[in-house]
């Protein structure tokens, strides 16, 4: 399974980019899982329901199974956020999976960078970007710089930094 990145700021568009990218990648022949990484308080369950009352009963995980799809809740306990290597043996293989956020690991990735926001370039302090999307002219930026809005090329990029072919044989 090859791992792909996309970081940036808050707000820089790599949810959106990456809506984009999924489709883009599939058509070309590749199958894609992802992992999202937040620094919010998610909850996917709902009080009242029979899998939350398993929870807060104490399970560690628990698995909401339906025809349309299945779910593993897995509850920290007071334990350390997961690391990205704790997770990936848990998804399918895939061919390619991409990861939004975990900006620290030390996989490959696209910095996202929407000029608009002022932000300062992640770039310079981490050696894993290999490039950058942005939505303006970046100067002086000693990487490939790709169109934030062009999921073609950026997915052509990935899929070639990668060394996947650009359209996977069937």
Sequence with gaps: MKIFGLAGWSGSGKTTLLEKLLPTLIRRGYSVSTIKHTHHDVDLDKPGKDSHRHRAAGATEV?????????????NRGEPEP??????PRLVPVDLLLIEGFKRHAHPKIEIHRKGLGKPLRFPEDATVVAVASDGNLADVPLPV??????????GFILTHLGLAPNKAP
């Design 146 to 155: 790709l169109d934030l809005n062009d999921a073609e090329a950026v997915a």
């Design 63 to 75: 698995v909401i199974a339906a025809g349309a799809r299945w779910a593993l809740l897995h509850e």
């Design 83 to 88: 690391e990205v290597e704790e997770l990936i």
